[in-house]
């Protein structure tokens, strides 16, 4: 069978999504051909160089005819947030797979509406997806299954960060995913959804309640240069920021632990820095995305006077993913993981299994998400999370 892809959006996700669509049948062993049949945007002109440069089959401008369409299977959706929920649903309806970037929406409300359709669809056999990414670096694969095996046993503490410092220049001009209508929230949505749903992943956990802060530390940034559809409300040429830089939260997991989360773009020096550490009674794991294919584990069962950190080279053929790419210790990046979703959708799409992270596990991020914002308004401390129900339940 071949499965005719159409991305709608066509901006830095849909460049890395483009990579996953075209290197993975490629370079894994596919239960299905899968085609990159047509790419979607408002600029023709702008939406037809990305298809000749990413080598999509055509392009065009009305995502609503294009899901229409009989010859397309998979809708991938990487616009902003603010259109998320309107093309999911109607790609479900119309009876296409649909993988759909993160966050999963802008809000709790509209998350749902999806979880709810994803659940229809899956009735009929459409499989949805979000694109939580970093799930698939062969490292965080692998600090999941330890954890699983009992590697760090009873886990204490989790220490999440994700720091980026391209907000740092107060002249860097206002862009979509400064302003609420369109991302929803800043940093926190953008960077801090990463970090929570990696931290329900890795642990098999979820976070129950939250406390914690956000702030916005430049509040007016200049128009100049940032595109269309952005609103302009202060000073001339300057637009208002109507979404957090910055968010400190607290999480409590549902065994009792507790994760310290921080999410910012005002990290200087912290180009894209994600990192995560487990801490448990028997050992602790720990991840940094700026050196991706590494992984610490420090084991707490070993003689004493050889306890310590050990590095872990995540590169053997038996590590998650990378049996279909190079030797041990010949490096992946970045765009290797967005191969590895297209690897997991397929095959999920083939095996006629729901694949993973699911919209109801988007859902979940997207609940923890409002309860910060809540306990950032409120000031009033910890914020219960919506429990998942059973079915939501973050699976492995
Ligand atoms: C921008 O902050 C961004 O591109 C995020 O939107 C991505 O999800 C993250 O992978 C890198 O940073």
Not at 93 to 113: I, S
Not at 244 to 252: H, L, N, S
Not at 356 to 378: K, Y
């Amino acid at each position: 069978m071949t499965l005719r892809v159409a991305m709608i959006g066509y901006g830095f996700m849909g460049a890395a999504h483009s990579v996953g669509w075209r290197q993975a049948p490629r370079v894994f062993s596919l239960p299905d051909e899968v085609e990159m049949a047509v790419v979607v945007g408002r600029n023709a002109e702008a939406v037809a160089d990305a298809a000749a440069q990413w080598g999509w089959q055509e392009s065009a401008t009305d995502w609503r005819e294009v899901i229409a369409r009989d010859d397309i299977d998979i809708v991938d959706v990487v616009t902003p947030g603010d259109s998320h929920a309107e093309i999911a649903i109607a790609a479900l309806e119309a009876g296409k797979h649909v993988l759909c970037e993160k966050p999963l929406a802008n809000t709790v409300g509209e998350a749902e509406a999806m979880a709810d359709a994803a659940a229809r669809a899956a009735a009929r056999g459409i499989r949805s997806m979000v694109g939580f990414t970093y799930r698939r670096v062969p490292a965080v694969t692998f600090v999941r299954d330890l954890i699983a095996q009992g590697a760090v046993g009873k886990i204490a503490q989790v220490r999440a960060a994700y720091r980026q410092d391209w907000l740092v220049d107060p002249e860097m001009p206002l862009a979509w995913r400064l302003q609420k209508e369109h991302a929803g929230s800043g940093a926190l949505g953008d960077i801090g959804a990463h970090i929570i749903d990696m931290t329900q992943f890795v642990t098999g956990l979820d976070v129950t309640a939250v406390s914690g802060v956000i702030d916005t530390i430049v509040k007016e940034r200049p128009l100049q240069g940032s595109g269309s559809g952005l609103s302009g409300t202060a000073a001339e040429g300057y637009g208002e920021v109507t979404v957090d830089d910055i968010a400190i939260f607290t999480g409590r997991l549902s065994s009792g632990a507790l994760v310290s989360f921080e999410a910012t773009r005002f990290a200087t020096g912290r180009k894209n820095d994600l990192s995560i550490e487990v801490s448990g009674d028997k050992g602790a794991l720990r991840f940094d995305l700026e050196d991706l294919n590494t992984l610490w584990f420090y084991d707490r069962t070993a003689p004493e006077v050889t306890q310590g950190f050990t590095r872990i080279l995540v590169t053997e053929a038996q590590h998650p993913y990378v049996s279909a790419w190079w030797p041990a210790g010949h490096m992946l990046g970045y765009e290797h993981g967005f191969s590895h979703q297209v690897v997991d959708l397929v095959t999920a799409i083939a095996e006629g299994t729901d694949p993973h992270p699911s919209f109801a596990e988007g859902l979940s991020v997207q609940r923890v998400l409002a309860a910060v914002e809540e306990s950032s308004a409120t000031g009033s401390g910890w914020v219960s999370v919506e429990a998942p129900v059973a079915a939501e339940t973050i699976s492995h």
